[in-house]
């Protein structure tokens, strides 16, 4: 509960040179905000449109809010779709966060059925049951298996969303929230990750997430 | 369990923090991203950033306020003032915001609503509402333009009318307690929050951590925002916090 700074997570060791990671640009959403939180914690963020990238990447984050449907018509005509699932194939790290982890999942059901990019079990749905809707603020993350992203048994983080993922697979299901009902909020499976909270709005928890993804990227590169 | 929030607010006026009573009176209140950094230390959960003067002046956001501010804070940034196309709301949110607030040109253009949420997802969009108590219209008339401008809206219809379109949340300001430090405004904030099924952000008149626990209790409001308070350091959040987490309720 104690509030610390966000500044605070940079005391940490200095990254030896900045990291390259690739954040896929779809025009939708608030690109600024990942990129400054990424430079934070001693990433060179590569902000691009062009799915060709992708084959030369060490570390890929996809970002998002809106719509399910746009966005996933947006990356196929980008060509960022088949990009994506090969990149994912060869086992290097991917991680989706907010709309951007809702595409990882097979379909969604957000203005008549839509495909997503089937890297994980599962489909997306509006969210029912809950207080109010959508889904805004900070709730606690408890971690439910061990995996990368998490690195305490309980944090907050910031959310604000109106669908969510379902049928997760239980062995993909890192952390979860409560609002109403249980809330997929951190899925992985292997190097295919995703965060349905935004790390780039969660204070000191966010910024220590990417950091854990950053050792990731390191690790496999 | 999903906190409430506690939300400083920053009224932009030619690039400095400023902050009146009753919409009147402005004194400077310091440098936006300056504040907003000490603002997300002690803990704050999201920052509001207003551009008062935008409509008034007829000018477009501040953006590079909102970019000085997404470079040093790891917090939600919602932004206003002046936001009267799509266009203005990509602009907003590439300078780093992640939500827009639209006020008086929700007002007079419906639609904006409708085209942000479409375009962008309905948690983008914040529509904030000034009104000020009294008789007629259900209790509560809505007022635009920085509050000069009397409109035939009753609070609660409008409320209704701008979820139907696609607002997400609601940011509700009583005029008549702006700056005041006398207390919220409990019976219309908690009026709004049992019509609509999106969050409420209750504004206006915070003077005191019991003031602000009631708004949160009694009031049914989501999220707190307060200026003059945070602004003057007449209350910490930090200690604010401890005395709502004291209270049960949850906090980060």
Request: glycine letters at 12%; one cysteine or more; charged letters at 20%.
């Given at each position: 509960m104690a509030p610390s700074s966000p500044e605070g997570a940079t005391d940490r060791r200095p990254a030896p040179r900045p990291l390259p990671i690739v954040v896929i640009d779809h025009g939708r959403g608030n690109l600024r905000s990942v990129q400054a939180a990424l430079s934070r914690v001693g990433a060179a963020p590569v902000v691009?449109?062009?799915?060709?990238?992708?084959?030369?990447?060490?570390?890929?984050?996809?970002?998002?809010?809106?719509?399910?449907?746009?966005?996933?018509?947006?990356?196929?005509?980008?060509?960022?779709?088949?990009?994506?699932?090969?990149?994912?194939?060869?086992?290097?790290?991917?991680?989706?966060?907010?709309?951007?982890?809702?595409?990882?999942?097979?379909?969604?059901?957000?203005?008549?059925?839509?495909?997503?990019?089937?890297?994980?079990?599962?489909?997306?749905?509006?969210?029912?049951?809950?207080?109010?809707?959508?889904?805004?603020?900070?709730?606690?993350?408890?971690?439910?298996?061990?995996?990368?992203?998490?690195?305490?048994?309980?944090?907050?983080?910031?959310?604000?969303?109106?669908?969510?993922?379902?049928?997760?697979?239980?062995?993909?299901?890192?952390?979860?929230?409560?609002?109403?009902?249980?809330?997929?909020?951190?899925?992985?499976?292997?190097?295919?990750?995703?965060?349905?909270?935004?790390?780039?709005?969660?204070?000191?928890?966010?910024?220590?997430?990417?950091?854990?993804?950053?050792?990731?990227?390191?690790?496999?590169? | 369990?999903?906190?409430?929030?506690?939300?400083?607010?920053?009224?932009?006026?030619?690039?400095?923090?400023?902050?009146?009573?009753?919409?009147?009176?402005?004194?400077?209140?310091?440098?936006?991203?300056?504040?907003?950094?000490?603002?997300?230390?002690?803990?704050?959960?999201?920052?509001?950033?207003?551009?008062?003067?935008?409509?008034?002046?007829?000018?477009?956001?501040?953006?590079?306020?909102?970019?000085?501010?997404?470079?040093?804070?790891?917090?939600?940034?919602?932004?206003?003032?002046?936001?009267?196309?799509?266009?203005?709301?990509?602009?907003?949110?590439?300078?780093?915001?992640?939500?827009?607030?639209?006020?008086?040109?929700?007002?007079?253009?419906?639609?904006?609503?409708?085209?942000?949420?479409?375009?962008?997802?309905?948690?983008?969009?914040?529509?904030a509402i000034d009104f000020r108590a009294g008789a007629g219209l259900g209790g509560w008339r809505v007022f635009t333009h920085g509050g000069t401008v009397p409109t035939e809206l009753s609070l609660v219809d409008w409320a209704q009318r701008a979820v139907r379109l696609g607002a997400g949340e609601l940011l509700l300001t009583s005029?008549?307690?702006?700056?005041?430090?006398?207390?919220?405004?409990?019976?219309?904030?908690?009026?709004?929050?049992?019509?609509?099924?999106?969050?409420?952000?209750?504004?206006?008149?915070?003077?005191?951590?019991?003031?602000?626990?009631?708004?949160?209790?009694?009031?049914?409001?989501?999220?707190?925002?307060?200026?003059?308070?945070?602004?003057?350091?007449?209350?910490?959040?930090?200690?604010?916090?401890?005395?709502?987490?004291?209270?049960?309720?949850?906090?980060?």
């Amino acid at each position: 509960m104690a509030p610390s700074s966000p500044e605070g997570a940079t005391d940490r060791r200095p990254a030896p040179r900045p990291l390259p990671i690739v954040v896929i640009d779809h025009g939708r959403g608030n690109l600024r905000s990942v990129q400054a939180a990424l430079s934070r914690v001693g990433a060179a963020p590569v902000v691009t449109g062009e799915s060709s990238v992708l084959a030369g990447a060490s570390g890929v984050i996809l970002p998002g809010v809106g719509s399910f449907h746009d966005a996933f018509t947006t990356l196929e005509n980008l060509g960022f779709v088949a990009a994506l699932r090969d990149y994912a194939a060869s086992g290097r790290p991917l991680l989706g966060l907010c709309l951007g982890m809702q595409l990882l999942f097979e379909s969604a059901e957000e203005g008549g059925p839509c495909p997503g990019l089937g890297l994980l079990r599962g489909r997306v749905v509006q969210l029912e049951g809950t207080p109010r809707l959508p889904h805004i603020g900070w709730n606690l993350v408890r971690r439910r298996r061990p995996g990368v992203l998490l690195g305490r048994e309980a944090d907050h983080f910031f959310f604000v969303h109106s669908y969510g993922a379902r049928d997760v697979e239980d062995a993909c299901l890192v952390g979860t929230t409560e609002y109403g009902p249980t809330i997929p909020a951190v899925v992985e499976k292997g190097n295919v990750m995703g965060t349905q909270f935004h790390p780039e709005r969660s204070g000191t928890a966010g910024l220590e997430l990417f950091q854990r993804f950053l050792g990731v990227v390191r690790r496999c590169s | 369990m999903l906190c409430k929030r506690i939300i400083p607010c920053l009224d932009l006026k030619d690039g400095r923090v400023v902050k009146g009573t009753r919409f009147e009176g402005l004194r400077d209140a310091g440098d936006p991203a300056e504040q907003a950094a000490f603002y997300s230390a002690e803990g704050a959960d999201e920052i509001v950033c207003l551009d008062i003067a935008a409509s008034r002046e007829g000018r477009g956001p501040v953006l590079r306020a909102i970019e000085r501010i997404a470079e040093r804070v790891f917090i939600p940034l919602t932004a206003g003032g002046g936001i009267s196309s799509a266009e203005d709301v990509r602009a907003t949110l590439l300078a780093g915001a992640d939500r827009v607030s639209l006020n008086t040109q929700a007002v007079l253009n419906p639609g904006l609503i409708e085209a942000t949420a479409e375009r962008f997802g309905v948690q983008c969009v914040v529509v904030a509402i000034d009104f000020r108590a009294g008789a007629g219209l259900g209790g509560w008339r809505v007022f635009t333009h920085g509050g000069t401008v009397p409109t035939e809206l009753s609070l609660v219809d409008w409320a209704q009318r701008a979820v139907r379109l696609g607002a997400g949340e609601l940011l509700l300001t009583s005029m008549d307690r702006d700056g005041t430090v006398d207390g919220y405004d409990l019976e219309a904030t908690r009026a709004v929050a049992e019509a609509v099924p999106v969050p409420i952000i209750a504004s206006g008149g915070a003077g005191t951590r019991e003031h602000i626990a009631a708004v949160l209790a009694e009031g049914r409001a989501d999220a707190a925002l307060a200026a003059s308070i945070f602004h003057y350091r007449k209350l910490r959040i930090s200690d604010l916090k401890a005395y709502l987490g004291e209270r049960g309720m949850p906090v980060r």
